[in-house]
Nanobody, 116 residues
């Protein structure tokens, strides 16, 4: 059974940092491109970032470019999202997903709230 379990969310002040993790099981993470997607209250899902299977290629939404960094540890079957210089508008539920465009399995999400 494919499982993606996100963790690391929480409440942070503007300008702060958080590191999200996504633990994968039931499949070989290293064989798949992976992505992060977020959904803010009252809005549709927004693709945030993607990384190829080997970790050598990444891409970011313009809204997070220069502030977020996606990475992966295939040996540990784990995907990461380092989020720096957080803004109020980064508040959302963050999901990890299989596929460059999040077109396959999703996790249950972790809440990130940026508030002063």
């Amino acid at each position: 059974e494919v499982q993606l379990v996100e963790s690391g969310g929480g409440l942070v002040q503007p300008g702060g940092s958080l590191r999200l993790s996504c633990a994968a099981s039931g499949f070989t993470l290293g064989k798949h491109d992976m992505s992060w997607v977020r959904q803010a209250p009252g809005k549709g899902p927004e693709w945030v970032s993607a990384i190829n299977s080997a970790g050598g290629s990444t891409d970011y939404a313009d809204s997070v470019k220069g502030r977020f960094t996606i990475s992966r540890d295939n040996a540990q079957n784990t995907l990461y999202l380092q989020m720096n210089s957080l803004k109020l508008e980064d508040t959302a539920v963050y999901y990890c997903a299989v596929g460059w465009t999040a077109n396959d399995y999703w996790g249950q999400g972790t809440q990130v709230t940026v508030s002063s």
